[in-house]
């Protein structure tokens, strides 16, 4: 494994108990990458984001989170704990694609961040200077420090994406995790969390994000992984996101791939 890899996997496979699951991942993401996650309805996407939190067994090969790694042979890690514990959740930040929120419930969008210290304080301490300062620069990173003290849903969907993305980088993470961010987003709001995306990669975060926007893949993106039930390409953009890859992971389906979008009939970019 790369030694300064915030992420890796060796033939590795996420499986549901049920059978379905994603395999074959071989792949490095380092410090300040960015990868986009491409892949039909099913394919695994969100399966292998959850399996990197710890939410779905690794059932073969390795994969390896900062320091720590995990055997899906054993379903052991490195220091012995339990394998659907192999994640070191405090160095991931996840923005899943759809969170629920009550948007009559008075609470701010300062407060709605805090909660991603929530893991670092515990249960019995409260907020301090450095959890306050956290908050900030999560606001500020996402474009949204003069919307602190505003109620969270009061807010456009936009805005309340990117608060839920500064939730996420509130805890400080290593490795960033996103589930179809740009889904639904205005132009303003998809082009705010481009450049949130670019500046985290700047300050040296590792982004793994699940797209069907060929645009973010390749301002963005320095690399790309296809998946299909398993991995069928990995490397970077120009040489990875190819209409003759793209047409085998989306095999049995039309594909037209402009320099924008990713054109799939019947798909619902899921």
Request: charged residues 20%; negative net charge; aromatic residues 6%.
């Amino acid at each position: 494994m790369s030694a300064n890899a915030v992420l890796t996997f060796e033939d590795a496979a996420f499986t549901y108990p049920g059978g379905d699951g994603v395999s074959g991942l071989d792949f490095a993401i380092a410090p300040g990458e960015a990868v986009a996650l491409i892949g039909p309805n099913g394919a695994g996407k969100s399966t292998l984001l959850r399996g990197v939190l710890g939410l779905v067994p690794l059932t073969r090969g390795r994969m390896a989170l900062g320091r720590r790694s995990a055997d899906g042979a054993g379903g052991r890690t490195s220091s012995g704990a339990d394998g659907a514990s192999h994640a070191d959740r405090g160095m991931v930040g996840f923005l899943p694609q759809t969170m629920e929120f009550d948007v009559d419930f008075p609470i701010s969008l300062e407060q709605v961040v805090m909660q991603g210290r929530y893991r670092r304080l515990g249960l019995l301490r409260w907020p301090g200077r450095a959890d306050r300062a956290a908050v900030r620069h999560a606001l500020e990173t996402v474009g949204l420090a003069e919307f602190a003290s505003k109620r969270f849903g009061s807010l456009s969907g936009g805005q309340r994406q990117r608060g839920l993305l500064a939730r996420a980088l509130a805890a400080d993470p290593s490795l960033l995790l996103l589930d179809e961010p740009f889904n639904g987003l205005d132009q303003p709001n998809r082009d705010a969390l481009v450049t949130t995306l670019r500046r985290l990669k700047g300050e040296g975060v590792a982004v793994l994000v699940s797209t069907h926007d060929l645009e973010l893949a390749r301002e963005v993106c320095d690399l790309v992984l296809l998946v299909n039930g398993r991995q069928t390409a990995f490397g970077p953009v120009s040489d990875a996101l190819t209409l003759t890859n793209v047409q085998r992971c989306f095999e049995g389906v039309e594909v037209e791939i402009d320099e924008h979008t990713l054109v799939v009939p019947g798909h619902e970019g899921h």
